[in-house]
C-alpha cells in the first residue's frame, strides 16, 4: 500500500470515529429532549388531574347545594362561599383579618425556623445537654398546644404575643427535632477525616455536618408553612378579635357558616401562595449550592 494510501486510510478511519462520537452526543442529546418531555407531559398530566378533582367536587358541591340535596345553612355552597369572598373584599372588611393572620403567620414561621435550627445546633454542639433535653423535647412535642393557650394568653396578655407564641410552641420543638436529626445522620466517615487532619468541632460543623444537613434544614421550610399556620389559627381561636381564625369563631357563634367557609377558602388560598413561594425559595437555594 502506497504512503498516499495508507494517508486517506488512516484519514477515513479518523473521519469515522470523529462521526462516531458525534452520533453518540447525538443520541445522548435526543435522549436528554426525551426524558424531559415525559418529565414535562407527567408535571401536565399530574396537574390536569389535580385541577379535574378539585373541580369536580366544587361542581357537585354547587350541584347539591342548588338542589337542596345538603342542608345550605350549615354546608352553604361554592357560589354563595363566593359571593361572601367577593362582597369582603370590596367591602375591605377583610384585608384587616387577612393582614392580621398574614403577619402573625408570617413572623411565627420565621421565628421558629430560626430558633429551632440554633437550638439544634447547641443541641448538637454539646452531647450532654443533648441527653439531658432529650426527654423534655419528647414531651413538650406530645403536649397538646391548645392547652398550652391559655397559659400563654396569662403570660403575654391577649394580643399578637400570645398567639406568634403559640405558633412558636408548635414550630420551633418539629423544626429542632427534624434538624438536629439530621445532624446526626450525616456520614460519620466525614467527622473522621476532618478529626484525622486535626479539625476541630467547629471545622467538623461547619465543613461537614452543616452542608450534608442544608437540604434538611431547607426543606424543613415546607413543614413550618403549615405548621406556622395551625399555631396562628389555634391562637387566634382563643384569643384574637381580628384575624381569619376569629372570623371562623364569629361565623359559628351568628351560625353564618358560609363566613365560617369562606375564610377556610381564604386560609388554603394564602397558605397555597406561602407554600409555592417557600418551594421557590427552596429550589433557588438548593440549585445555589
Not at 19 to 39: C, E, F, I, P, Y
Not at 102 to 124: D, H, K, M, Q, R
Not at 258 to 279: G, K
Request: aromatic share 12%; glycine share 6%.
Amino acid at each position: 500500500m502506497s504512503r498516499e494510501e495508507q494517508r486517506l486510510d488512516y484519514l477515513t478511519d479518523k473521519d469515522r470515529h470523529n462521526r462516531k462520537g458525534v452520533d453518540s452526543q447525538t443520541w445522548l442529546a435526543q435522549k436528554w429532549q426525551q426524558h424531559l418531555l415525559a418529565k414535562r407531559r407527567m408535571k401536565q398530566g399530574v396537574f390536569a388531574v389535580q385541577a379535574s378533582i378539585l373541580l369536580l367536587c366544587i361542581l357537585l358541591w354547587e350541584i347539591a347545594g342548588q338542589l337542596k340535596w345538603i342542608d345550605v345553612l350549615i354546608f352553604s355552597y361554592p357560589s354563595k362561599v363566593g359571593q361572601q369572598i367577593v362582597k369582603d373584599i370590596v367591602s375591605g372588611e377583610l384585608w384587616p383579618h387577612l393582614a392580621m393572620t398574614v403577619s402573625e403567620t408570617v413572623v411565627g414561621f420565621l421565628l421558629g425556623t430560626l430558633i429551632g435550627t440554633l437550638l439544634a445546633v447547641v443541641i448538637w454542639w454539646s452531647p450532654f445537654l443533648s441527653k439531658v433535653l432529650d426527654p423534655y423535647m419528647v414531651v413538650f412535642n406530645s403536649m397538646p398546644k391548645v392547652a398550652l393557650g391559655p397559659i400563654f394568653i396569662v403570660l403575654f396578655g391577649a394580643g399578637f404575643t400570645a398567639i406568634v407564641v403559640t405558633t412558636l410552641s408548635i414550630t420551633v420543638i418539629v423544626t429542632t427535632l427534624v434538624v438536629y436529626t439530621s445532624f446526626n445522620e450525616v456520614d460519620a466517615n466525614y467527622t473522621k477525616v476532618i478529626r484525622t487532619f486535626g479539625g476541630s468541632r467547629q471545622d467538623v460543623f461547619r465543613k461537614a455536618i452543616l452542608p450534608a444537613s442544608f437540604p434538611t434544614i431547607v426543606s424543613t421550610l415546607k413543614v413550618n408553612v403549615g405548621m406556622a399556620w395551625v399555631g396562628v389559627i389555634v391562637g387566634e381561636f382563643l384569643v384574637a378579635k381580628i384575624g381569619l381564625g376569629y372570623l371562623i369563631v364569629y361565623g359559628f357563634q351568628v351560625f353564618n357558616f358560609t363566613l365560617v367557609l369562606s375564610s377556610l377558602v381564604i386560609i388554603a388560598l394564602v397558605a397555597t401562595a406561602m407554600y409555592q413561594f417557600v418551594v421557590y425559595i427552596e429550589r433557588k437555594l438548593v440549585r445555589e449550592r
